[in-house]
């Protein structure tokens, strides 16, 4: 039996209202979990989807003995459960700074289901097409964003998107692509909305003073007046 799991996390402001999301795949079921915090960060949400897939695993499978693959976008996930787990419970969860690790309590969780397991780790990247991926990080938006989500349970065959197919979507792709390519550009300027008033600012700082923490929150990089004057029209209609 096959069992994969696809996690996402999403949170608004980081920290700000979060959710997680997760598909699970087991056997010829598909089953579709996701959570939420009032305030949360994105690393955390990322990490509870994990979690909570294989606790849901736990307790649907008696004796758990198949390989398990969990795909995730976040590298802080992968690597810490690959390579900085083992030291951080070496050390009593002490970084090499000896401070203490960042979100140890869900470390200490996620260390805890995955004992006894089969783990196959991959590092998909996010929003280029990968339905598995794609399906979590809608989850975890929607409820990130308060939304009232049905979620799926029944058979592969009767799941809406193809959640085994691993191809990228070249225009999804490009898309993220460019997007990478703008946030390395140089400011023209900042624009939030919040509680639906607009206002734009010079520095990343004062946005970020603005919409952190704030629900609903909209906030986005101009690169010159055109584009400043496109986003407000755009922030206008939504």
């Not at 949400?45 to 758990?64: G, T």
């Not at 050390?91 to 397991?117: A, H």
């Amino acid at each position: 039996m096959s069992i994969k799991i696809f996690t996402d996390g999403s949170s608004r402001g980081n920290p700000g209202p979060g959710g997680w999301g997760a598909v699970v795949v087991n056997g010829e079921g598909v089953v579709e979990l996701g959570g939420a915090e009032k305030n949360t960060t994105n690393n955390r949400m990322e990490l509870q989807a994990v979690i909570a897939s294989l606790s849901f695993l736990e307790v649907e499978n008696e004796n758990l003995t198949e390989v398990i693959s969990i795909y995730t976008d976040s590298s802080y996930v992968l690597k810490g459960a690959t390579s900085w787990l083992a030291g951080w419970e070496r050390n009593d969860w002490k970084t090499k700074t000896k401070d203490d690790v960042l979100n140890k309590d869900l470390w200490q969780r996620l260390s805890m289901v995955m004992v006894g397991k089969k783990l196959d780790w991959h590092l998909v990247a996010g929003h280029v097409g990968i339905p598995g991926n794609e399906k979590a990080d809608e989850i975890a938006t929607a409820f990130a964003d308060g939304k009232n989500l049905a979620l799926f349970s029944g058979l592969l065959k009767e799941y809406e998107i193809d959640v085994l197919h691993f191809t990228h979507n070249p225009e999804a792709k490009q898309k993220r692509s460019n997007s990478k390519s703008r946030s390395k550009a140089v400011a023209y300027s900042y624009i939030s909305k919040v509680d639906g008033k607009i206002e734009i600012h010079k520095t990343w700082i004062e946005c970020e003073k603005r919409v952190r923490g704030a629900r609903g929150a909209l906030y986005k990089k101009s690169l010159s007046l055109e584009d400043e004057k496109s986003i407000v029209k755009d922030f206008e209609g939504r």
